[in-house]
């Protein structure tokens, strides 16, 4: 029965696969040492204020979760398979589906991943600006800067998505 239970987690990262065609990922790193960050990028805290990230200026409020939490600090995740998710956090139910999307990657890596490949996840949303993320952009436009931003210069292999300016 456990098995079952899975099944659809399993169907959603059998896509993911199934569509990646390398293990490559952001060639990114802590740069609290004075080290580069990938053009685009720039040095900021991490939420935890302990250390610093690369992260696209433009995107730090929209894009401001990551699974695991410090992907892009460590050299052990470089072969992780990138996933984004674009979700309207505005919406109660849109914030379960992204819930179970991010949990559905993180019990495939608690496994082992899916044929040995883990997943690091970028999580963004695309809820208009009411003033507290700064961009100004609606529905619409942020899902267009957001998909921009993970597929472009972040380089994810798929995306997850789901909410209003979707349909």
């Given amino acids: ?90 919406e109660p139910l849109i914030r379960l589906y992204e819930a179970s999307a991010v949990l559905a990657f993180q019990q495939a890596n608690d496994m082992g991943g899916v044929n040995g490949h883990r997943f690091g996840v970028i999580s963004c949303t695309i809820e208009p600006d009411d003033g507290t993320i700064g961009d100004d952009r609606g529905f619409e436009d942020a899902a267009e800067a957001v998909a921009d931003h993970l597929v472009e210069l972040v380089g994810v292999h798929a995306v997850v998505a789901a909410g209003p300016a979707l349909r």
């Fill in 1 to 90: 029965m456990q098995a079952l239970s899975h099944a659809p987690a399993y169907a959603l990262l059998t896509l993911v696969l199934a569509s990646a065609t390398s293990c490559q990922r952001l060639d990114a790193r802590a740069c609290n040492d004075g080290s580069l960050c990938p053009s685009g990028f720039t040095c900021v805290p991490a939420p935890e204020d302990t250390a610093y990230q690369c992260m696209s200026p433009s995107m730090n409020a929209r894009c401001d979760q990551t699974l695991p939490s410090d992907l892009f600090d460590r050299e052990d995740y470089q072969e992780h398979l990138l996933v984004g998710t674009i979700f309207d956090r505005s």
